[in-house]
């Protein structure tokens, strides 16, 4: 059941989409965690080219370079500007060690593949089998914003969640509606932007980027 | 079972047996030169190995027969594990009697054995040494295994010489999952064998050394058979990786004219499988040893990726 080479080009970056999002999950470090965000952005918009190449679908060339300029340039560029102003190179703290993150990440790949596995059955996309590949990232980088207490990766791994979501996307359907993705990607920018400014608030308000200073409701 | 079968098995044998010290003299010659030293002679493990066994043997006197019987024990099951990894030819009697899994048993029974003698005599530097192999031997052994279950997967048999015959037939294509077991195997090869990010060969005496702690009380024959085991082990596991992932170049049949090519192509790729391990050696710093778990750890998630990978996508 070998398909031709574009669906094997898929597979291969689907595959290296999922490990980058388990190099997040296992990363100490602010800035590797960027430089992995912007690899994980590369390898979607491959994936993206490759899809839009074997199913000649010319809007979802338009949507990679979307993703091209958005995820591998500007906001990487914006993340790497917020740390500077912040300061914050240290190590990230996380509040579960990272093996055994990694292993409950194992089980939610399972999970995922699981899940998916009925789901893309149904579809007959030439990529239809990343779909769980596509799910697995999200419960990644979901499972990523769960357990860091520090703002800047809980940011990053929202938007590696929307990496695995716009995957999900043109891998199940071939892309989303036009409209529908100039929509998200300009919400992702503007979201960045706002929750930038949102960091340089909570360190004004308690000295530290960890957002679990946000639970206490009242003032001591 | 046919007398050229025979033969075959007997030369490969008597290969592991003569280029295992080879390849651990390359790797230390590699190693040398990307460190700017001047690199010890391509023989020097020979010589080693000569000296120490012309040396007379010193054993403790608290020392039961275990320690005596280990030396013996470890060199068998690394003759024995050399033996069934196809690496000249595929027709090998006796790969029938194990298969991937009964290998991972063969190193298994190796470093128990080994582990046992270096807490024989008590000294703290055997025991420290042999808790550490066992951390080590359990993090590397499930990893071992979901590598062997992808390419089990891939080629529907756990017999090694089954999948390199199917590996070596397939069409060219990309198997992302054969990639990814590929960088665990890597992880997992340079942990078993005491190589640097883990622990560094080069050492003799140090707090965090792993395998020269347990071989600290061996001397002469012992010594010398521990030693030439675990360059046998290096060519095993190369072999391994090479079979998994390189399948392209053993002999089919036994003809002698497909052993004559099988073995130059058999030294060409294990002279490139030593240079980069001794590029990779150079490249890493060694680790704390309470990273080394997480390292592990991650050859694991590695392998368990491979083999979801293989059942979800089918590639």
């Known amino acids: 059941m070998m398909n031709a080479l574009p669906g094997q080009l898929i597979n291969l970056f689907a595959v290296i989409l999922l490990l980058l999002a388990f190099a997040m999950i296992s990363q100490r470090r602010v800035l590797s965690l960027i430089r992995l965000f912007t690899l994980q952005g590369l390898a979607l918009v491959a994936a993206t080219v490759v899809v839009a190449y074997a199913t000649r679908q010319p809007h979802l060339y338009l949507s990679a370079g979307i993703t091209l300029v958005l995820k591998v340039f500007l906001i990487p560029w914006l993340l790497h500007r917020v740390i500077d102003r912040l300061g914050v190179r240290w190590d990230v703290e996380t509040l579960i060690n990272i093996p055994t993150t990694m292993l409950i990440g194992v089980v939610l790949v399972i999970f995922a593949f699981n899940l998916a596995s009925p789901i893309s059955q149904l579809s007959s996309t030439i990529a239809r089998g990343t779909l769980g590949i596509a799910l697995a990232c999200v419960l990644l980088s979901f499972m990523m914003m769960i357990t860091r207490s520090k703002a800047v990766p809980q940011v990053i791994g929202f938007l590696s969640m929307e990496n695995g979501l716009f995957f999900a996307a043109s891998a199940a359907t071939y892309g989303m509606p036009m409209v529908v993705e100039l929509g998200i990607a300009l919400d992702v920018l503007v979201g960045i932007l706002i929750l930038g400014v949102f960091m340089f608030h909570i360190r004004e308000q308690f000295d530290s980027l960890d957002i679990r200073h946000l639970e206490k409701l009242k003032e001591e | ?315």
């Open chain 2, 1 to 315: 079972m046919s007398l050229s079968s025979v033969a075959c098995q007997v030369l490969e044998i008597v290969a592991a047996l003569a280029l295992a010290p080879l390849l651990s003299g390359w790797v230390n010659q590699c190693r040398a030169w990307l460190q700017n030293k001047s690199a010890p002679s391509l023989l020097q493990p020979y010589r080693a190995l000569h000296k120490l066994f012309n040396k007379d043997s010193v054993l403790a006197d608290r020392a039961s027969s275990m320690l005596r019987a280990s030396p013996y024990i470890v060199f068998g099951c690394m003759v024995l594990a050399c033996a069934i990894i196809p690496t000249l030819s595929t027709e090998l009697p006796l790969s029938a009697v194990a298969d991937g899994i009964a290998l991972v048993g063969l190193f298994a029974l190796a470093r128990v054995f080994i582990s046992l003698a270096a807490m024989d005599v008590g000294t703290a530097f055997g025991t420290l040494g042999a808790r550490r192999e066992m951390l080590i031997g359990f993090l590397a052994e499930p990893a071992l295994l979901m590598v062997l279950f992808t390419a089990s997967l891939v080629s529907q048999s756990t017999s090694l010489t089954t999948i390199v015959e199917t590996l070596a037939q397939r069409d060219l294509a990309i198997y992302p999952s054969l990639a990814l077991a590929a960088v665990a195997f890597t992880i997992v090869s340079l942990a078993e064998n005491a190589r640097v990010p883990v622990d560094n060969p080069a050492t003799h005496l140090e707090l965090t050394m792993i395998h020269e702690a347990l071989i600290l009380e061996y001397s002469g024959r012992h010594l010398g058979l521990l030693e030439w085991a675990a360059s046998l082990k290096l060519y095993a596991y190369s072999a391994i990786g090479l079979a998994l992932f390189f399948p392209w170049g053993v002999a089919r049949a036994a003809s002698p004219f497909a052993l004559l090519l099988a073995l130059p192509v058999l030294v060409l790729k294990l002279a490139i499988v030593g240079f980069l391990l001794a590029l990779l050696e150079t490249l890493s710093a060694k680790m704390r040893i309470f990273r080394v778990p997480e390292f592990l750890a991650t050859a694991f998630l590695l392998a368990v990726m491979a083999m979801l990978t293989r059942i979800l996508l089918g590639s």
